[in-house]
């Protein structure tokens, strides 16, 4: 979002949290939405040197083998594919472009309030004040303590699984480097790989590991031992003991957690809401990342092609609406049958439903949902079709 405003000739100051500015997470998948995204920022090459094509997605059931979801970008047609990457590869692209744009980061500021009038102030944690601004851009993720300020922001559900992840070097026995790859008992455990390239040039590739669990039982598990999870896991995924045995202990493991939020108009008077802050939910769909990117990318849009704040506000919540409507609603509406407690819904997804992804048009929908464009995102958010990457820097 800075980077698009910079560019646009606004003044710019970043409010970080952290000390010093760093990534959080493990991997996700750059759709092709968000790949256009930084295909607009002129990022498309650097971001593509450093992650790992995803051309499937592909889960089983544990027991018996049997094929539960194969999704593939190729469904549709335009030669379209997934980047896996590390989320410290996608953070220090963004971050190395704004120092390279002379962006100023203020660091280790906990921002409480805004209070606005013809212009906006924020409210630091130490008494501090900062500003006036003429628009603030809340990013602060999905426990925003800004979007309060905004009429009917209502509150993060939490849902009931989460997960444990750690990022492993990468093993290619028994593994495809180029897809998601899932196994399933029942809707209890859900174990996944995901190759995630490369943190940063020169390094060794990685992937991503996660194992479904809820929160709640987090300790429950810890108490039993590492050794008594990592058998569990193999038992359930012999090849997986490639992954595991490069786990000694529970700190190797972060445990994530996930809530849903919808915020109905992400807007407010001088502020303009994106990310989790705006949308969050299950990352069942990998969309949060993609859908954070389209956020700027249409209010960059908005402010450029409008005379006002207001109206650009207004246009950017109206750019945004349906796609983020629909994709919260799909991502609640799935997430059960791989997430949840459950037997009905596992037993419908691995018999009514794998069977039904396999007849036309199931396939070209389901690659459309993970691409992120069972919507048309772009032409509302202001990126011409044109935009997107040509189809022979998609088949590089």
Known sequence: MALYLKRAGHRVTIFERFEEPKPVGSG???????LTVLADLGLFDDIMALGSRIDRLHGA??????????????????????????????FRLLFHATQREAIPIETGVEIEALEA????????GNGRRAGPFDLVVDASGSRSRLRQSVANAGGLRPLTYGAFWASLDWRSKGFDEHALLQRYDK????????PIGRPE???????????????????????LGIDAWKERVVRLWPQ????????????????????????????????AVIGDAAHSTSPQLGQGANMALLDAAALSCALARTDSVETALDAYAKARRWHVRVFQALSLAFTPFYQSDSVVLPFIRDRLVATIARIPPA???????????VID????????????????????
């Open 363 to 373: 396939p070209r929908f389901l690659a459309s949902m993970v691409a992120g464009t």
């Open 240 to 271: 997986a003991e490639a992954f595991t045995s490069q786990i000694g202990s529970f700190d190797q493991l972060s445990l994530a957690r996930y809530g849903h939020h919808t915020m109905k108009f992400p807007v407010g008077r001088r502020l």
């Open 28 to 34: 996700l998948i750059l759709q092709p939405t968000g």
């Open 187 to 194: 809707a209890s455990v859900m174990i996944g790989v995901l």
């Open 61 to 90: 059931d544990a027991s018996t083998g049997r094929t539960v979801l194969d999704v593939r970008y190729d469904a549709r047609r335009g030669n379209r594919f997934g980047l896996a990457v590390h989320r410290a590869a996608l």
């Open 117 to 124: 009038g013809e212009r906006a102030t924020l409210i630091l």
């Open 377 to 396: 995102p772009f032409r509302r958010a202001g990126l011409a079709e044109a935009q997107w990457p040509s189809e022979r820097r998609w088949e590089a």
């Open 201 to 223: 040039p020169d390094a060794e590739m990685m992937a991503a590991f996660f194992w479904s669990l809820k929160p709640a039982d987090a300790d429950a598990v810890r108490g």
